[in-house]
T-cell receptor, first 116, second 116 residues
Framework: AQTVTQSQPEMSVQEAETVTLSCTYD???????LFWYKQPPSRQMILVIR??????QNATENRFSVNFQKAAKSFSLKISDSQLGDTAMYFC?????????????FGTGTRLKVLA | DTGVSQDPRHKITKRGQNVTFRCDPI?????LYWYRQTLGQGPEFLTY????????KSRLLSDRFSAERPKGSFSTLEIQRTEQGDSAMYLC??????????????FGPGTRLTVL
């Protein structure tokens, strides 16, 4: 069974600085997707960035980028130029590529606080 | 239709009562998921619908839980004889097949259940 581990329960970063959130996963699959979702306080979860396992190039979305190390089963999220609005819970999620269900398996989350 | 909606947003009930939650997915999405999120944890998969067919149920979904998606549109999640351990946030998500974002799930705001 797949598992997702986020080893940093809480992190803080100064506004405009860079922070990296870690995520590791365990799977025997070769084709899968990885995601980072953001859950602001009392608001719904939204997608930050996704990575297809068959792609070697790391995904980037504006200030957000990932460091995907497939052999190490690591998928970290880097937030550059942190903004106060980045304060949220961040969840790493795994999905098998050819699963009939396409369900997500989530980590326990990292609470990020951006300090003014 | 701007997103996934869930009703009610909050529900307080007494132990032993039945509760029902509703989820309205994004209209063109044929896939619908229910997750449960307890404090300090990531969402855990409960069940999945493709159109009106319920294709997978988690072991977390005891016999007291039932979900339906008549006509492949909205979905309901019913919990019978609620227990205090059922207290959690119940999240609904939907996704669409055949688009560039087919593996991205869009989440609703959740229904927070408190069982007294």
């Amino acid at each position: 069974a797949q598992t997702v581990t986020q080893s940093q329960p809480e992190m803080s970063v100064q506004e405009a600085e860079t922070v990296t959130l870690s995520c590791t996963y365990d799977t025997s699959e070769n084709n899968y997707y990885l995601f980072w979702y953001k859950q602001p306080p009392s608001r719904q979860m939204i997608l930050v960035i996704r990575q297809e396992a068959y792609k070697q190039q790391n995904a980037t979305e504006n200030r957000f980028s990932v460091n995907f190390q497939k052999a190490a089963k690591s998928f970290s999220l880097k937030i550059s130029d942190s903004q106060l609005g980045d304060t949220a819970m961040y969840f790493c999620a795994f999905m098998k590529h050819d699963s009939g269900t396409y369900k997500y398996i989530f980590g326990t989350g990292t609470r990020l606080k951006v300090l003014a | 239709d701007t997103g996934v909606s869930q009703d009610p947003r909050h529900k307080i009930t007494k132990r032993g009562q039945n509760v029902t939650f509703r989820c309205d997915p994004i209209s063109e999405h044929n896939r619908l998921y229910w997750y449960r999120q307890t404090l300090g944890q990531g969402p855990e998969f409960l069940t999945y619908f493709q159109n009106e067919a319920q294709l997978e149920k988690s072991r977390l979904l005891s016999d007291r839980f039932s979900a339906e998606r008549p006509k492949g549109s909205f979905s309901t999640l019913e919990i019978q004889r609620t227990e205090q351990g059922d207290s959690a946030m119940y999240l609904c998500a939907s996704s669409s097949r055949g688009s560039l974002t087919y593996n991205e799930q869009f989440f609703g705001p959740g229904t927070r259940l408190t069982v007294l």
